[in-house]
Every structure is written in structure tokens, then in C-alpha cells.
């Protein structure tokens, strides 16, 4: 039985599985695609093996998961595609209604945090489909990330304020940003881990022969959306895709945080899979 490996459908991950594609590694390996919330629900569900999933998922299921090493997504300052679009600056959001992409629960934790604990803030938050206009038409701002908050940045006017919350939180915590981990099932890792181990160095040569060839990716990616590959060159760029020290304390200072907010019932530790 071939693993089953949950890829999240947005242009963040298109470096990691350019290589896998070029190489045909694809051949070897079940991959399912979807969104961060999707994913997060599958591999609960033990319908999926491994997968990236938004880091606060991996903090609610813990005990069920080890943590692939050396490979998330996240940013040390700006991310380009965890943006909120504001009417008012954000200092003015007390009180307001805030509408929050119901794609994923990781940045939707994060904004409350950045609210309150730089701004001091309390805004009335509600879930709303990623489709900025609509959000706006009920809210002072909105929330949106990934090909969503891409999109909404290449298109929006000079008439709204845009914050890169990648840059909030390390203008708060001077910390890295880890917004999704490579989380794989427990009981996976401890059966098959010499197929987690293939899967893991052809995950790092993927990354790094895109990270190599960074024009080709960004010429690649640029063919299905709406973006210049120059753009996406920039935005693959100003991601992180490595898993430090210096992200593992910043994922650590978030489930911190979100702990007391109440956003999480514990502080997780990072199970970080040895190979």
C-alpha cells in the first residue's frame, strides 16, 4: 500500500512538489490534495498517513502525531500571503467586526493574538468564505490567506490598509512564523519509517532543487494562475521552508500565546520525528 500524502492546494507548496514532479516521485506515493482544513480533518481521520497541516491542528492532536523534521512553511517577517484588509488602521479595529477566512485555523488564531496582545484589541470575529468584496460588505476587515490573500493583494486599491501578519508577529516577538508542519500519523511513523525516510529525502532534495531553480517554479506556477512569474519569484523567496531552531521557538512561542488566550487547552511538544 503506497502512502497517503495530503498536499495542501495552495501556491506556498508548489516548491516543495516542483522537484517531486520534475523527478517523478509522484509515481511512488498516493498524493491527495486539498485545502489546510480538509487535510487536517483527513489525517485525523487516519484517512491520510502524513500531510501539512496548519501548526495549531498539530497542537489539538499532539498525541496522535510526530512532526517530519527540517521542512513547514513560514516566514521570519513578511509572509505576502497572510494579509489582513482593513477600512480603518488596525489600532481602530476595537470593537469592529472582523470576518476571518474559514480555510484555515492557524492564522485565524493568530490575528486574535496580534489584536490583543499588540493592539489591545477586542473585535467581534465571525467565519466567512474567502471572497474579499463579500467580507467587506459585512465586516471593517477581513482575513484571508494563501491563493486567496495572493490574489486580493495583486488587486486591491490604494483605498484599504494591508497587514502582512507574518510582519506583526515578528515586529511583536522579533520570532519566525511556522504556519503548517509536516505532521505524520503516530503509529505510520513507527511502522513504515523507512518509507517516512524516502519520503523525507525526497522531500528535502525536492525543496532544495527548487529553491535552486526558483525562475523555473515561479515560470511553472505562473502558467495556472493569474500572477507574473517575477511576482511569484518574490513571494517563493520571502518564504521559509526549513524547520531551525529559530522556528521551532517561534511555533513554540505561538502555542504559548494561543494557550493564554484559551485558543488552546495545552502547549504542545514538538514530537520531531528522528531519522
Known sequence: MRPRVGHIQFINCFPL?????????????????GTPKDLSAMLQANLLDMAAIPSIKYAQNYHDYMIMPDISVSCDGEVKSIYLFSKVPIEDLHHRKIALTNTSATSQALLRIIMARK???????????????????????????????LRAKYKTSDSLYVYDLGQEWKDMTGL???????????????????QVKLIYDAFCDSMAYSLENIEDVARKASQWEDFPPEYLVEYFKTLRFDFDESKQEGLLEYYRQAYSMGLLEHVPPLNILKL
Do not use: C, H, Q, T
Open 17 to 33: 512538489f516542483y522537484g517531486l514532479i520534475e523527478k517523478k516521485f509522484l509515481l511512488d506515493i498516493d498524493l491527495i490534495k
Open 119 to 149: 493592539y489591545e484589541a477586542v473585535p467581534e470575529y465571525f467565519d466567512s468564505i474567502p471572497e474579499l468584496r463579500a467580507m467587506l460588505m459585512e465586516a471593517d476587515a477581513a482575513l484571508l490567506i494563501g491563493d486567496d490573500a
Open 176 to 194: 519566525p512564523m511556522v504556519f503548517s508542519v509536516w505532521a505524520i500519523r503516530r503509529e505510520f511513523a513507527e511502522n513504515r519509517l523507512d
